[in-house]
């Protein structure tokens, strides 16, 4: 599996379509089909996976008892917050509009790769949560990382 990485400024059609940037349609392993799973992800952005990928977040779900409350909402909560869609022959795929809605995208998308899956940004909203400069980064890194 490719690993998504980059920082794209995208435009969603009227229709709600998205079209992948190239690099990253070049990451999905063409064992995955054309199916892809986009759910809500953390921060207020929309989060695609490949089956493959999404399949190891699904397995760590469905490990969650179903006796226990908390974990069940978990469930539930995961569950409703996601869809299949479909890649078509120019690498375009239809967000519901519900997911644009709550992730606050009209006609502009950020589209960032992160390591094993792709985020979707409204762009204001992604400037408002990404790192402003390489210093902070740095000190992160040494914060985090060392």
Not at 47 to 63: C, D, G, P, S
Not at 84 to 113: C, H, M, N, W, Y
Not at 126 to 143: A, P, T, V
């Amino acid at each position: 599996m490719g690993m998504f990485n980059g920082l794209y400024e995208c435009k969603v059609d009227p229709k709600g379509r998205l079209a992948l940037p190239a690099k990253m349609k070049a990451a999905i392993p063409e064992s995955n089909g054309d199916t892809l799973i986009l759910r809500h992800g953390d921060d207020g952005c929309l989060a695609l996976y490949t089956q493959v990928e999404f399949k190891k977040l699904l397995h760590q779900i469905n490990a969650l008892s179903d006796r226990d409350p908390i974990q069940r909402r978990i469930k539930r909560g995961f569950f409703e917050s996601m869809t299949e869609v479909e890649l078509d022959s120019a690498g375009r795929f239809l967000i519901p509009k519900t997911f644009l809605q709550k992730a606050g995208i009209d006609k502009d998308a950020t589209v960032l790769g992160y390591g094993s899956f792709i985020e979707i940004w409204n762009p204001e909203k992604y400037g408002q949560n990404s790192i402003k400069d390489q210093d902070e980064l740095s000190n992160l890194m040494d914060k985090y990382l060392s």
